[in-house]
Each structure stands twice: as structure tokens, then as C-alpha cells.
């Protein structure tokens, strides 16, 4: 896939700072990689130091420099640390991109097992880590943004039980002591045993309750920082080859990456905020998409012109492609 971006489009220079969690291997290296390759200055961070190191070599054998720093986001520590070393390198940001995520589930297997720390990890990690970025971002006039990587695992209709749906759901009303009591709520029912009764999603479950808190905590986000200068949108990559499905998949790690940086570096004019993108490579998503009112984009052929996107995007028309590939949002 070959994403030409059109010169008019790049507003961002090697001036633009962009950090990307979780990024020593599957999407997030991707996402590091299209970055640097566009001229963007990327922190590349890791949990672990040697696998980061080894990232960071793969892609100076690339011809690509970036920058490393261990951080594991589960950890309020490591975040501090990180964020101290951040302001003093670099003092503003631009670009956050939350990719690091943990499954501990097979990809027909459901289990809570592990729970707590794909809670803790997905949702509390982002969060945490969003809070203390908040202050360094630059809120420039091509406005700064956040990009977090969720699933449509996540899409709220996946709440089977209605209530909980409906408070998650009301965008109005909705507040951050709401998604931490419906995790909460999650978590206790795991620990009594009872989740299963008590209308959690059905697949990957702790992921997708994970995940649903990190769409609705986004959702917040974007709602507070509105017409401040700071947009905020999820982006579901869809079915990608990864660690995570144990390599199965519909396209590549970089396929991925190639739509989200894209939609990070979407020309300040043209940015939403608030938006839940989902990529889909095969008609049955589309009809997924469809089925969940998402509205579908597509393109004609993976040499996209921004602009074009752009365009299209705007007039919320749908655009695309040979094969399938494209992107919708909520
Ligand atoms: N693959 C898919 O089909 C798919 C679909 C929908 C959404 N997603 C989302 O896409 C994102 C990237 O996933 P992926 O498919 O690229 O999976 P992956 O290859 O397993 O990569 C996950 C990355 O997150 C890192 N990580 C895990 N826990 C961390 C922590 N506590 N602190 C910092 N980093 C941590 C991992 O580091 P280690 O190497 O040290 O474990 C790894 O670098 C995730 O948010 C995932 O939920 C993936």
C-alpha cells in the first residue's frame, strides 16, 4: 500500500513531535516508521529496553533515526520518569499516538484470567499517561492530537447490558467517574465470578471492556478540549497480522499504520475530533461497519492524495478502492 501525500497537505516538520507507546514491534513500530519516514521527530518507547533498542536499530538499518526512551505505561512510575525525561528533551508535543496494549486471549478463547492487567495496561495506561502529557502539548494552530489505537471490540454496542450501555452511551452526561465505575464493576464481577450473567461483551471480554473505556474516556477527552486546540480520536486497524492474533490477519502491520498516520496527520482544518475510525479490509466489515451506523470510507486505490481524502472526508462521501481497504468513523 502506497499512501502519496500531497505537498499542500504537510503542515507538520521535523519541528513536529510525535510519541508512540508500545512501539517496539506490531503496529506501534509501524506507526514509528511511517512517521520517521515522513519527517516527523519520533520518540519510539518500549517496556522493555532491549526489545525498544532492537526497534530502534531494525529501523536505523533503515535509514531511519528516531528516538528511544523505555516506557511502560502500566507503571506510574516509569511514567513519571518518562514524562520528566520528555519535558526536559523536548518541552512541547505534538502527536501522542496510544498504541500499547496486552490480550492474554487465543483468538477463539475467552478468558478473564489476566483481567486486572489488561484493564490496568489498556484503559489506566493511556489514561494515565494522556493526564500527564496534557500540560506539554503544544496547542499550536495546527492544533495538537491524540491518537488512541482501540477495536471495535469496543464499540459500545458490544455492552450487552443495558443500562450500562445507556450511561456509556450518553455523551451528554458522561463522566470520568462513570468509566472508571463501569470498570470497576467489571473487575468485581471477575472476582466473584459472576461476569458471565451480567451482560459483559462476549468476546475477548476483559479486552473489549478495556477497550470500551478507553472509546468512552477518549469520547470525554475530545468533548472537554473542544475549541482548545487538542483533538482526540480512536482508530480500530481491524484484523491486523500481530503478536496479538498470533500473526493471523487480514493485511500487514504497516498496511495499519499506513491509515493511522494518516488520519494523526490529517491537515489541521480537516481534523475531527471525538471520531472513532475503523478500518475494514473485506466486505464483511464494511457490512459491520454499516451494521453499526458507522459512516464508510473507501478508497479507489491505495495511491490516495490526501487531498483527496480529505476532500471526500469532508463532504462525508464515500471514496475507494480496489480491494477492500478503507477506513469509516463514527
Ligand atoms: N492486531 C490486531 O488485529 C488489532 C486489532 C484491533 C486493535 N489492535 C490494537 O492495536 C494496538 C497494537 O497492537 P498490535 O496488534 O501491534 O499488538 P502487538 O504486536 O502485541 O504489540 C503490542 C505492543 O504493546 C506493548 N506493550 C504491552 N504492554 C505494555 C506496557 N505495559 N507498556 C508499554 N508497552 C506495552 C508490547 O510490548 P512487548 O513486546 O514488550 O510485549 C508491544 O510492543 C493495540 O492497542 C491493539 O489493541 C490490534
Known sequence: MIWVLHGSCRWWSKDTVAIVTGANKGIGLSMVKRFAELGVTVILTARDTKRGLKAVESLMAQGLHVHFFRLDVSDPDSVKTFVSWFRLKFGALDILVNNAAVSFNEIDENSVEHAETVIKTNFYGPKLLTEALLPLF?????????????????????????????????????????????????????????????????????????????????????????????????????????????????????????????????????????????????????????????????????????????????????????????FAFW
Open 138 to 326: 503544544r496547542l499550536s494552530p495546527s492544533t495538537s492530537r491524540i491518537l488512541n489505537i482501540t477495536s471495535r471490540l469496543g464499540h459500545f454496542d458490544k455492552l450487552r447490558n443495558p443500562k450500562i450501555r445507556s450511561i456509556i452511551s450518553d455523551e451528554e452526561k458522561l463522566s470520568e467517574e462513570q468509566i472508571d465505575n463501569m470498570v470497576s464493576l467489571f473487575l468485581s464481577n471477575v472476582k466473584q465470578g459472576t461476569w458471565k450473567s451480567q451482560g459483559w461483551p462476549e468476546i475477548w471480554t476483559d479486552y473489549s471492556v478495556s477497550k470500551i473505556a478507553l472509546n468512552a474516556y477518549s469520547k470525554l477527552l475530545a468533548k472537554q478540549n473542544q475549541g482548545c486546540g487538542l483533538s482526540v480520536n480512536c482508530y480500530c486497524p481491524g484484523f491486523t497480522q500481530t503478536s496479538m492474533t498470533r500473526g493471523r490477519g487480514t493485511h500487514t502491520a504497516d498496511d495499519a499504520a499506513a491509515i493511522g498516520a494518516l488520519l494523526a496527520l490529517l491537515p489541521p482544518q480537516e481534523l475531527p475530533t471525538g471520531k472513532f475510525y475503523i478500518a475494514h479490509s473485506n466486505l464483511s466489515n464494511k457490512r459491520e461497519a454499516l451494521r453499526l451506523g458507522l459512516r464508510v470510507l473507501k478508497f479507489r486505490s491505495f495511491e490516495v492524495h490526501l487531498e483527496n481524502v480529505r476532500l471526500k472526508a469532508h463532504q462525508n462521501k464515500v471514496i475507494f478502492l480496489e480491494d477492500g481497504w478503507g
